[in-house]
């Protein structure tokens, strides 16, 4: 097993907000990697971090041994890295299939587009097969604004996959969705995954995590806590701590 | 028989919209032949002028959601690209003038592209303002500098046409504005770069994630837009035969495109086309009939007003969401409005 991605000693702080400090994190090629952690422990920083968003303060990003530490965001997508956000980004004004087709240029250089059509015969079978994948073919001429938050979520998910990345980040993929479609969010991700794709997955849905990681990392106040397999982690103290507020230093001395 | 009338209607009906275009081009076409009023087609050039600077400021803004109201910098770019020439090329007054006509729109380009590396960098409300701000450097620049001229303006090669044809010429010229931008505006509505437009519009950081480049997709989208009002204020310049830095960077010039552009419908292809028809022709009859220079602004502010308030999208939306609904509430389908798509070819 490879490396495929690789974050070390990444730091970033807004203002005075110390968001990340020192976090290292590596996913392995062709795994299904999982990212948790309290609220503001950094999650998303990271995210955005590796992805081109957020430039850190210091540290490196590593994919498939290549630096992207200070890559732009359209940059690391063509590398390979594909993401998409906890509060689901689509495009409302287009309609779904030509959301989907935005994201299809991936190796096309950026004048290529100004002398081509909006999309290829490949590229709409193509875009309509992710469609058909996540189970909103039906909708795919409707203005995407029109879409629920479930579908938006799956539309997301689509357009990301067309784009065929190497490594997929998810924030939040079960948030606020309901229990039929978690699951069919999972089936979704367990299938990609066996068929090559890496994933790398931030949640607060336990039994999500637990379920489909093979690989899951505790974040806490913007540095790595843990990591190891799903059990592993559920057993280790300092993330219960982390989690539930748990045991301060006061309080082991005087139980000590 | 009645097998071939119905296909022969519904392949008719198929073709009906480049029907429609056909028939605007020939109206467009044969009006200074049936209407030689000189006053008339003079209307009608500076009607052909603002259809033609609103469409292909609709191709970057109305696109891009990126709202320029700087778009004069570009048309007096143009109208002093044509006067500056003319005169130091020493070019006698007549027809190989309007070669200039696309040199204007070159050099507006070409100006265009350090403004949008600076005005680019920001969003929304911001970028708003820094194209006005860019407008004002621009005429302050052309009243201060020598070489323009400063407040008396420059004076170009008079052309002695008789009065009865002098129009002509300058109305097909137009006319050529208004189609290559049009063209332009449908071509890259089609394109791919088009939609990467319409991405950045809807969430430009989402489209940066999915590889849209999009600070290069957003400048070459300014640049090329600056190539018709270029030609726009170039072909304004040798028409009128001397240009003031009042009259071609005119905030009034800034405003109107845009309101055009969002009158007929922001982001549609016919919106612009229609706003200008409507707006600029309105206003120029009503200065001709009443001799009164701002009667339009009254009426306008008035018409604005009911746009704004029941046609928040444009007439062009407004009438297409309407014309949907009579078809669904027709064939007893309960899709009302479901097919409503803002920044569709219409």
Known sequence: MTNLLKVEGVTKSFGGLQALSGCSLSVEKGSIAGLIGPNGSGKTTLFNVITGYVKPDGGT??????????????????????????????????????????????EESWLRGLTRSKSSSQELAAAMEWLDFVGIARLASLQAGALSFGQRKLLELAYVLVANPDVILLDEPAGGVNLTLINEIADKIRSLNKDGKTFLIVEHNMEFVMEICDAVTVMHQGVNLVSGTPEEVRNNPDVLDAYLGGTDDDDVDVAS | ???????????????????????????????????????????????????????????????????????????????????????????????????????????????????????????????????????????????????????????????????????????????????????????????????????????????????????????????????????????????????????????????????????????????????????????????LKYSNGSLYLVIFGAVFLVVILFMPNGVIIAVRDGWARRTARREGSVTVGAAVKPGATL
């Open chain 1, 61 to 106: 990003v590593t994919f498939e041994g290549r630096d992207i530490t200070a890559a732009r965001p359209s940059r690391v997508f063509t590398l390979g890295v594909g993401r998409t956000f906890q509060i689901t980004r689509i495009f409302p004004r287009i309609s779904v299939i030509e959301n989907m087709l935005v994201a299809t240029q991936r």
């Open chain 2, 1 to 287: 028989m009645s097998g071939l009338m119905s296909r022969l209607i519904s392949g008719l009906r198929s073709h009906v919209k480049q029907l429609w275009w056909l028939v605007a081009l020939a109206i467009f076409i044969a009006y200074p032949l049936i209407e030689t009023n000189p006053a008339y087609t003079t209307i009608g050039i500076f009607t052909l002028i603002f259809m033609g600077c609103a469409t292909s400021w609709n191709m970057f803004s109305g696109y891009s959601g990126y709202v320029n109201l700087g778009s004069a910098v570009f048309y007096g770019t143009g109208a002093y690209t044509m006067a500056l020439l003319a005169n130091h090329l020493h070019m006698a007054g007549n027809g190989d003038l309007f070669w200039l006509v696309p040199l204007g729109g070159l050099v507006a380009m070409i100006v265009a592209i350090p403004v949008g590396l600076i005005a680019l960098r920001v969003r929304r409300h911001t970028f708003v303002v820094i194209t006005i701000a860019i407008f004002f450097v621009f005429q302050l620049s052309a009243i201060n500098f020598s070489f323009t001229g400063g407040t008396s303006g420059l004076q170009l090669p008079f052309i002695p046409w008789l009065i009865t044809d002098y129009n002509l010429p300058f109305y097909y010229v137009g006319l050529g504005i208004v189609i290559f931008a049009a063209l332009l505006s449908a071509a890259v509505r089609r394109s791919r770069f088009g939609l990467q437009l319409l991405a950045i519009r809807d969430d430009e950081d989402r489209a940066a994630g999915l590889g849209v480049k999009v600070f290069a997709v957003k400048l070459t989208g300014f640049a090329m837009s600056a190539f018709a009002v270029g030609m726009g204020g170039a072909l304004y310049a040798m028409f009128i035969g001397q240009i003031y830095p009042q009259f071609v960077f005119d905030p009034i010039f800034d405003i109107s495109i845009a309101l055009m552009a969002i009158f007929g419908g922001l982001g549609t292809f016919v919106g612009p086309l229609l706003g200008a028809l409507v707006l600029e022709s309105t206003q120029q009859l009503l200065t």
